[in-house]
């Protein structure tokens, strides 16, 4: 792709912070890539966008009107997937820069899906379990008519949960007068769930981990890790790398973090946060925790900590200009969306921090969320095996070809993974037809 294209993509995504910065990251790609120009355009701005107005009564009698978003970026490969989160910081820009990312996530899969996106400006911490309710179902009745289990299907995200996505699924099916399960994943397992999809994000996250760790003669005993977000997929994560043998060192959720240097015992600091809903660094034997040493850090310090491991699972931006210098470990995981500015990926290239991206590490989850849809219109569900088979074979899959691709043509691995999924969306929107097919 020449560099006047390019500039002009850049150009054309240049009215919004976040997803001007999501934007930057196809500019290496497309000159790696032969891909029509009819592409560029259609991949210049989102198909479509809708922002709704959501009124919940609350639980003392007074109306609140909350403001709500989804956004369709393709659906070039297939109805628009992706998931619907609640954070206060949530906008119109960050919304359509994750359907962005979402669209070259499914790509990059090989996922019969489009990108899309939904959020709601909440902080669901303030809500009760009745006004979350009513916000969730409330939600879905504006958005109806834009989402369905073959145009735009929903699933769990920041904030969001099994039960809000069995609320969604249900007030839909009541809409529409029938039961439609796959208009939703992420559902319970009662509802028409996928076993495995609650820690499919993390599970994913570990088989690309282990598929390129040995690359670099890894010794999984002498190898240290450090993870910003100690959620579900943070959390789980942590853990599976414990059990294999990873030294876990450091985690952190959103109230600051813990470290010690000779490990931490995941399954203790896991039990009690649910049960205390905060992180101590503990040991537990049975119902008895007793508190380990340790050291009290925030989030920013735990990036920079000197580990082999970085795995960043919280929320976008958290690696900038201003802290990449700082950064001291060897390999960096995005578990998160977005946890890497495009302004910093310069600064940890050079100083020679490998750097495995978020389209391809955290697909786990929205691999697993399509074989829940597939399980949901064929009415035949797996078992956990069978699921996790299927997923690794995926994740293991598409990591050896991004990594192919990368040795291929000498590029880091974020512009292997977007250049890889760029082939596959330039091909679906040419076979609809481009300008060459009419230009003689």
Known sequence: MDSKAVTQFLAMNNKASLFNDASQRLENALQ?????????????LPKASLTVSIPVRMDDGSLKI??????RYDDTRGPGKGGVRYHPNVSLDEVQSLAFWMTFKCALLDLPFGGAKGGIIVNPKELSKAELERLSRGYINEIADFIGENVDILAPDVYT????????MDRYSTIKRQIIRGVVTGKPLTLGGSKGRNTATATGAFYVIESVLPKFNIDRQATTV???????????LAELLSQAGYKVVAVADSKGGIYAPQGLDIPSVRKHKL???????????DSVCDLVEHQTISNQELLTLDVDILIPAALENQITEENAADIKAKYIFEVANGP???????????????VFPDILVNAGGVTVSYFEWVQNLSG??????????????KMEAET?????????????????????????????????????YFVK
């Open 66 to 71: 909350f403001t709500g978003y989804r956004v």
């Open 275 to 285: 049960q205390n809903k905060e992180i101590k660094a503990v040991y537990c034997q």
């Open 32 to 44: 790696h890539v032969e891909i029509s120009e009819d592409a560029i355009a259609r991949l210049r």
């Open 340 to 354: 890497i500015a495009s302004s910093a990926d310069k600064i940890l290239n050079q100083n020679g921090v490998k």
């Open 161 to 168: 949960n099994a039960t809000i996505m069995g609320w969604m």
């Open 380 to 393: 035949w569900y797996w078992t956990l095996e069978e699921v996790n088979q299927r997923l690794k074979a």
């Open 226 to 236: 450090a993870v910003q977000g100690f959620g579900n997929a943070g959390a789980t």
């Open 400 to 436: 050896e070809q991004v990594w192919d691709l990368a040795q291929e043509l000498d590029l880091d691995m974020r512009t292997a993974a977007y250049v890889h999924g760029l082939k596959r969306l330039g091909d679906a929107m040419d076979a609809k037809g481009n300008r060459d």
